[in-house]
């Protein structure tokens, strides 16, 4: 890589985030979730084929994903060397983040189902956990040797088996606008936290009600203190 080609490639980044309406949208996908363009396109008060246009030129420079899930597509930040290098810039210019409030009820927005597998804040936890513990391999979706341990201690089904469905992926939540777990694995944990009691599915409802007996779980294997909203308690 020569100096021009650098040179070239700083000047575009620069450019990109130089737009005020780009570097609004930047600074609101800096609190780590995904968002619609047409979220981004309110928030940002500009016409949705503005905000299009202004995404694509993020898309085109790295600085923004695309992520297709179902009907929608959500933009994110694309790693964290670029929410590095933004959060250093925000200090130097010294702006807040805007936040965008989600409108889901607080219980279906803790615990609920996402098809066959958990979603909500929990899930989004227990997803990040995975991760720090060393039991799941980021981006590649595999279960260590450790985690597989671990997990089959728990009672969690942790052998693939022969459907085409992926063993363990990222599915993008919808209230919370980060991955929680999907795939064989995903269905696999939800199958163990109702079997074990950890969790009540309610009846009427995508609910789940997080249990007294769930909660020691999560604190003790997991190092996670949470609660169904009922309790009035948050994660941590």
Not at 23 to 47: F, I, K, N, Q
Not at 48 to 60: G, K
Not at 100 to 122: K, W
Request: charged share 25%; aromatic share 6%; proline share 2%.
């Amino acid at each position: 890589m020569d100096d021009s080609y650098l040179e070239q490639r700083l000047a575009a980044v620069a450019a990109a985030m130089a737009d005020k309406t780009r570097a609004r949208m930047l600074c609101m996908l800096m609190d780590g979730r995904a968002y619609t363009a047409t979220e981004l396109s309110a928030a940002s008060d500009v016409a949705a084929s503005t905000a299009s246009s202004h995404l694509a030129r993020l898309v085109e420079q790295h600085l923004v994903d695309c992520v297709a899930q179902g009907r929608h597509r959500y933009f994110r930040i694309t790693s964290k060397p670029v929410a590095d290098a933004l959060e250093t810039l925000m200090g130097l210019a010294g702006g807040d983040t805007v936040k965008i409030r989600s409108h889901t009820p607080v219980n279906l927005r803790f615990a609920r189902t996402c098809y066959d597998h958990m979603a909500g804040e929990m899930a989004v936890a227990l997803h990040d956990r995975l991760i720090m513990q060393g039991w799941l391999e980021e981006g590649a979706y595999v279960l260590t040797a450790e985690g597989k341990v671990a997990l089959t201690e728990l009672g969690i089904d942790c052998e693939p088996t022969r459907q085409r469905r992926r063993f363990a992926c990222a599915c993008l939540d919808w209230s919370e606008r980060q991955s929680h777990l999907g795939g064989q694995l995903g269905a696999a944990f939800l199958d163990a936290f109702e079997r074990h009691g950890w969790v009540d599915r309610r009846l009427d409802s995508r609910e789940l009600r997080l249990t007294a007996r769930g909660r020691r779980m999560l604190a003790d294997q997991f190092g996670l203190k949470l609660a169904s909203p009922q309790y009035g308690m948050r994660v941590e």
